[in-house]
């Protein structure tokens, strides 16, 4: 999947089964193989976090006993002991992206639009198209403002229309022909593509920033959780983690931008508790895989979790349960504006090409040699979900290079055997052992 292995949601899935009825497991598994964002990624990340809780020490998840309003839908997810050492702790999580973002959410609308007007004028066309879209600098009042050049919702006029018809049946599409569309506050570039494109086939060369420090996803969802969170008799902690599955702001919730036109997930939490006299929230804990970046030396090889805490005034914790959660958390994947794209070109369905484990070729002198392949590109290529030539690619030319010298040293194949990758890959190795043959080698007298 997105941001965990298959295998480790499996696992989670398994092991938190004495801990979740029936309906809570199923609606975790239902929301994780959705196909729309929204639903597949915050359900991922509430698994891998309420599994590593749960590994801290005892949880319960969603208590009956907290909610005011005996509404089963307005329950935490869960409460720990352990997550904040000597507190007792509800804990609320809320996963974010930057596709609420308005001008995300008008580029997602409008490119659906263009593309059902194309499927009308040409049966599968909309498929073949991908979306940019121009910026522009405007002023309102004293301040410049960048925003994209997309309507809300966009409304499709006769003038886009006819210039549409015109591009999908005047002639046959070659792959990379271009149509500029500018209509009111509506500025794209349509490229016309041989293959089928994904739903996420539109960019902008604007970043996804926030701009206001109150009007904003981040602080709009936590002032929905600190209604949630709401209960006269409780006297413990009350933390709402907010976990990073393609928000910019909580990706980057340590960077500051020193002309304070954007703000970090890190700043809007600190704005919420200075702007509420009870802001029903003591703690706000970001949760975000990141790639650390060594400067000169370039970037890690692995993607780690990053953890920034936030508590309001007079409230100290001690850190330690949420250090021992990032050691906890099964490995990220990949970051989360990468899960998020992803996603949204459908690679992680159960049903789509493997994400295979690279080729591995070590040579052994005087003893047998190996070479490690991806058991699942070797699968998906007998099963005909691969070609030939996209398993070449899998393998890489070095696989084959070594191939053909131990067959030119007159080896062949001594031994096959599987290397599991383990619950954090959904690949394995099969390795294969190479020795000397006769069938493969001239004949040598006897010794």
Not at 66 to 95: C, H, M, N, V, W
Request: net charge neutral; aromatic share 8%.
């Amino acid at each position: 999947m997105a941001i965990f292995a298959r295998r480790r949601l499996q696992t989670m899935l398994d092991e938190l089964a004495r801990l979740m009825d029936n309906e809570q497991s199923r609606d975790l598994t239902q929301r994780m193989e959705s196909k729309k964002i929204e639903q597949a990624l915050p359900a991922e990340m509430e698994l891998g976090l309420i599994w590593a809780i749960a590994e801290l020490g005892p949880v319960e998840i969603e208590p009956e006993w907290y909610s005011e309003r005996f509404s089963a839908k307005r329950l935490p997810d869960l409460f720990s002991d352990d997550l904040i050492p000597g507190q007792e702790t509800i804990i609320e999580i809320t996963a974010l992206s930057d596709a609420v973002l308005p001008a995300d959410e008008g580029m997602r609308n409008a490119s659906g639009k263009l593309s059902e007007e194309a499927g009308k004028l040409r049966r599968g066309a909309g498929r073949h198209i991908s979306y940019y879209f121009y910026e522009e600098t405007v002023r309102i009042g004293r301040d410049s403002i960048r925003r994209v050049c997309v309507p809300t919702k966009l409304v499709i006029s006769d003038a886009i229309r006819t210039q549409l018809c015109h591009w999908i049946k005047g002639q046959d599409r070659k792959d990379g022909d271009k149509l500029q569309l500018a209509d009111g506050m509506l500025k794209v570039v349509l490229t016309w593509h041989a293959h089928a494109q994904s739903r996420y086939n539109f960019t902008t060369s604007m970043p996804p920033e926030i701009r206001h420090i109150s009007d904003n996803y981040i602080f709009n969802a936590l002032e929905g959780k600190a209604k949630q969170l709401r209960n006269t008799h409780f006297k413990g902690i009350r933390c709402v983690i907010l976990a990073d599955v393609g928000s910019t702001a909580l990706r980057r919730f340590d960077n500051f931008d020193y002309t304070n036109r954007v703000y970090n997930g890190g700043q809007i939490a600190d704005h919420f508790f200075r702007s509420k006299a009870n802001p029903g929230i003591d703690v706000i804990a970001i949760v975000t895989p990141n790639r650390k970046n060594w400067g000169l030396a370039g970037f890690r090889e692995t993607i780690e979790w990053k953890i920034g805490l936030h508590c309001r005034p007079c409230v100290n914790i001690d850190p330690a349960g949420f250090e021992r959660l990032a050691e906890t958390l099964p490995p990220p994947r990949r970051e989360g504006y990468q899960s998020r794209q992803l996603h949204e070109q459908s690679v992680f369905a159960p049903n789509a090409k493997g994400r295979y484990l690279s080729t591995q070729v070590s040579w052994r002198k005087g003893d047998k040699s190996e070479i490690k392949f991806s058991a699942r590109a070797i699968l998906d290529l007998l099963a005909g979900r691969i070609t030939p030539e996209q398993a070449k690619r899998a393998f890489d030319s070095l696989a084959g290079k070594a191939l053909k010298a131990h067959l030119d040293r007159g080896e062949t194949i001594a031994d096959l055997r599987l290397e599991p990758g383990g619950p954090d890959q959904d690949d394995d190795h099969i390795v294969f052992t190479f020795s000397d043959d006769p069938a493969a080698r001239e004949l040598k007298a006897s010794e």
